[in-house]
């Protein structure tokens, strides 16, 4: 094995998300086996004494970002940079620095920023690709995308027009990193070269094996918003009237209305944020983890652990979780937005033992096919070796 020197570079979330894990749970894993690592990382915690439009127009280039970043690669010279979240802080000047230092770059597509102002291809409770493939992304600044804000989201889309003019991501990235193949495509159809674009599912970096699934409950672990499908979640459950009960974990937005609802619904427990551990245990007990969300996501860790503790999954037939959760065998696909059909699977959930036994067997199948680290370091190596080619103009 050869050890390589990569330099990371991620631009955190206010609140703690999928992303960051993501990201270190990949930088343990190759410290784990021999790489160096070092990073540049930027704080979006500080964004909150900075108003929405001056972020948003730092978001297109950052002198303060290019000047850390090269300096980084010119005192240790690392072999890739490699950068999960640029927006806002950093910017894609941290891609100038890099291949002006001509050091090949590695993007990984959390999320549709490249694409969409508001990153998620979501607006008004619905599926909104308006944006998709335009060079200048007005639809975007017509609906105030970006943080309910068209002065801000104006400036989102100067961001991602400059640099479409610029051609950034064609000349200044080496190797895109797309989630699942869904992802992959929505880029392609933009109009990035699929040869640029290769597919690495995340991971789970903690086994703890196969769970019993013996709980008398159904779980949700994520977000407490609108675009995840909490509501309807929780519509289905009245409906299906099932004798167990459903567990939900995470913030946001509706957690208040969620705590005063479990407090007269004795059916339904909230319990907050929870260590990751915590959230372990209780999906290797589930039945079954419900994942009603209605946009597209990039792609959900929760699922990925959820068939490592061999649980079975009940996910909207939309984006990425049409290729994660195999209808029938994994778990099972419903339409989006549609309580009726989530209380059917609801209740199959409790009423069919026998075919849950199959279904966590055939979870924990495809977590060790597809999600472990062993897998997700082979994939790191291709990506990594073929990036440093390119660079070499091999």
């Given amino acids: 094995m050869v050890r390589m020197k990569i330099l990371t570079i991620h631009n955190k979330y206010k609140l703690r998300g999928g992303e960051d894990e993501s990201r270190e749970a990949e930088d343990a894993l190759l410290i784990e086996r021999g790489h160096e690592i070092r990073y540049v990382v930027f704080d979006n915690s500080r964004i909150g004494r900075l108003n929405v439009l001056r972020v948003a127009l730092q978001a297109t280039w950052s002198q303060t970002a290019y000047n850390r970043v090269r300096q980084a690669i010119v005192n240790w010279r690392p072999d890739i940079v490699d950068v999960h979240n640029f927006f806002p802080l950093a910017s894609p000047s941290v891609h100038y620095a890099a291949t002006d230092c001509r050091v090949p770059v590695v993007q990984t ?6 694409l969409c102002p508001s990153a998620g291809f979501f607006r008004n409770g619905r599926i909104c690709e308006e944006c998709l493939g335009k060079r200048v992304p007005w639809p975007g600044v017509v609906h105030g995308c970006y943080r309910g ?7 989102v889309a100067a961001m991602l027009t400059i640099h479409n003019v610029l051609a950034t991501w064609q000349k200044r990235v080496t190797l895109f990193v797309a989630l699942t ?6 880029f392609v159809a933009a109009g990035l070269d699929t040869a640029k674009i290769t597919v690495k599912p995340n991971f789970v970096p903690v086994d703890l094996g196969a769970g019993r699934g013996d709980g008398d409950y159904v779980l949700y672990v994520g977000r407490l918003s609108m675009e995840k499908g909490v509501r309807v979640l929780l519509e289905a459950w009245k409906r299906a009237a099932c004798p167990g009960r459903l567990i939900l974990v995470g913030d946001g937005p509706l957690a208040p209305w969620l705590r005063k609802l479990a407090e007269s619904e004795r059916s339904l427990v909230y319990l907050g944020r929870r260590p990751l551990r915590d959230v372990y245990e209780l999906m290797g007990g589930a039945r079954a983890l419900a994942f009603p ?6 792609m959900p860790r929760t699922i990925i652990e959820a068939f490592c503790r061999g649980t079975p999954v009940i996910a909207s037939r939309t984006g990425s979780m049409t290729e994660m959760v195999a209808d029938g065998e994994t778990g099972w696909l419903v339409q989006p937005n549609d309580p009726v059909a989530l209380a059917a699977r609801l209740r199959e959930v409790f009423g069919e033992t026998e075919r849950l036994t199959g279904m966590r067997a055939a979870a924990r199948r495809m977590f060790e096919a597809r999600y472990t680290p062993q897998v997700n370091y082979r994939f790191l190596m291709d990506i990594y070796n073929r990036a440093i ?6």
């Fill in 109 to 114: 597509l959390h999320n549709y920023r490249l």
């Fill in 149 to 155: 804000s068209r002065p801000g989201t104006l400036a």
């Fill in 181 to 186: 193949d869904f992802q992959r495509q929505k």
């Fill in 293 to 298: 969300s209605m946009w597209y996501e990039g």
């Fill in 389 to 394: 080619l390119l660079g070499r103009g091999a």
